[in-house]
């Protein structure tokens, strides 16, 4: 039931790419029509409208321009491509009716774009537990003149509701605290990181106790000339064989505690 968040990080403008034609030619054989639709959270509910119809094969990019007169600023936006109109107001998010398949999942491409460059990845978006937790450790931070650095968490909950929670940020070697953050659910988070001076060395280690989200590192370079977005994958992806979640589970309580 992916959703497909519309991003935002400084001095840019998000968009996503959908594409109306399976990933691999064994699981669909074919999609025919479907919706575009875009939901957000307006009173405690969530709202869903229906913007196009994309055909059978065919690619559109759906961009921040496109969805401003629909949704307040600062909304987290969240795009999607349906076999049939999810509902127009609903309590908890929508279940979707979507075509899926397993190797590769269906995605769509998640970008930013400044007004002289762009950077993209193929991603999607599922509502996270309540009770859920982050860990991620931070290699992509970049290093120069004018080069400028983010963060951005993006959570996404059933319930339309918006928690506040902490984020702490650590210096991994050292173990020393180096900034607290106070992040929402059902939002797209942009967090400076260049104010803690970490150094080329350091590895920074991220850290959400009571919120789960996808941790995204954005750079940018000469305003905006040059443009860098990537994000980890869960520790339990980086496990091949046995028990995945197991091993997932005791990586993310070593470093809780260690970091406490």
């Known amino acids: 039931m992916s959703y497909y968040p519309l991003l935002n990080a400084p001095g840019c403008k998000g968009w996503v790419g959908l594409y109306n034609f399976p990933p691999n030619n064994w699981e669909v054989k074919s999609c025919g029509s479907q919706f575009i639709n875009i939901t957000w959270i307006s009173n405690g509910i969530w709202k869903t409208k229906n913007i196009d119809v994309l055909p059978d094969g065919a690619y559109r990019e759906i961009t921040t321009a ?59 978006l599922d509502p996270f537990p309540p009770q859920g937790t982050l860990l991620t450790f931070g290699p992509f931070l970049q290093y120069g003149l004018n080069v400028k650095n983010y963060i951005i968490l993006i959570n996404l909950e059933k319930s339309a509701i918006e928690r506040k929670v902490e984020l702490e940020i650590f210096d991994a070697d050292k173990c020393s605290l180096k900034g607290k953050f106070i992040v929402s659910s059902n939002a797209v988070n942009v967090i400076p990181l260049d104010d803690l001076k970490f150094n080329p060395s350091d590895l920074p280690v991220f850290i959400c106790r009571s919120m789960a989200a996808i941790p995204l590192y954005f750079s940018s370079a000469m305003n905006g000339s040059y443009l860098s977005l990537e994000h980890t994958h869960p520790p339990g992806s980086l496990v091949v064989h046995g028990r995945r979640w197991e091993a997932q589970k005791l990586l993310k309580n070593y470093w809780l505690k260690k970091l406490s």
Not at 75 to 95: C, D, F, G, N
Not at 106 to 122: C, H, M, N, P
């Open 66 to 124: 496109d969805i401003s007169q629909i949704i307040p600023r600062n909304t987290l936006a969240l795009i999607s491509l349906t076999r049939r109109v999810p509902p127009e107001e609903s309590v908890l998010l929508p279940q979707l009716e979507v075509r899926q398949t397993t190797i590769p999942a269906w995605r769509a491409t998640l970008g930013v774009t400044s007004e002289s460059a762009k950077t993209s990845y193929q991603g999607e």
